[in-house]
């Protein structure tokens, strides 16, 4: 049973456009929400996180909207660089010693 | 820098062979977990250790062991290696108690069962 699922699988975007990656979890008990990036050859890396405390999350042109009642929450890359072409995973845990499920993951590709 | 660092980037071993993964994180961490990741399939959890001598089966243990003598180490051993564990493996680790806190990530090893 997947808990967290994530779409789309794969997305191309114009340089500058918006970058968008959705996932919605079943788990109630969830309160934390990561997104992490993954660059070829690299690890997953923390890119953004959110607790139901608060509907959005801003760092700089990345942005996690969380909608605690339908259980979804997105990703938003403003003005998308190429620079920013990487796998992206959704994640959710709650405390206690629940481990990190991730989502399927999202590769994105930013053109010129 | 918060460091991971896992043994191997690359590795080819027969089917058959008793491998070791090896993961050591500097960062005084409680929790530490092994993922594989396949394509199409994102990072699946199969071992995770909350504490020394801790574990506890993830979603896909099969085929699997782990140890964890040292707060700092964690292994993963693949008993006997099939080409279906032909994968890349990921060792994480966070700060305890709980589990919702940032997890690092080593740089994966890619192993190659033939």
């Known amino acids: 049973q997947q808990q967290v699922k994530q779409s789309p699988q794969s997305l191309i975007v114009q340089k500058g456009g918006i970058s968008i990656i959705n996932c919605a979890y079943e788990?109630?008990?969830?309160?934390?929400f990561p997104w992490y990036q993954q660059f070829p050859g690299k690890g997953p890396a923390l890119l953004i996180a959110?607790?139901?405390?608060?509907s959005e999350k801003k760092e700089g042109r990345f942005t996690i909207s969380f909608n605690k009642s339908a259980k979804q929450f997105s990703l938003h890359i403003m003005d998308s660089q190429p620079g920013d072409s990487a796998t992206y995973f959704c994640a959710a845990s709650h405390s206690g010693n629940t481990p990190l499920v991730f989502g399927k993951g999202t590769r994105l590709s930013v053109i010129a | 820098d918060v460091k991971v660092t896992q043994s191997s980037r690359y590795l080819v071993k027969r089917t058959g062979e008793k491998v070791f993964l090896e993961c050591v994180q500097d960062m005084d961490h409680e929790n530490m977990f092994w993922y594989r990741q396949d394509p199409g399939l994102g990072l699946r959890l199969i071992y995770f250790?909350?504490?020394?001598?801790?574990?506890e089966k993830g979603d896909i243990p099969e085929g699997y062991s782990v140890s964890r003598e040292k707060k700092e180490r964690f292994s993963l051993i693949l008993e006997s290696a099939s080409t279906n564990q032909t994968s890349m493996y990921l060792c994480a680790s966070n700060q305890g108690p709980g589990m919702n806190t940032e997890a690092f990530f080593g740089q994966g090893t890619r192993l190659t069962v033939v």
């Open positions: 959110i607790r139901p405390d608060v």
């Open positions: 788990n109630t008990a969830f309160d934390y």
């Open positions: 250790s909350y504490d020394v001598k801790m574990k």
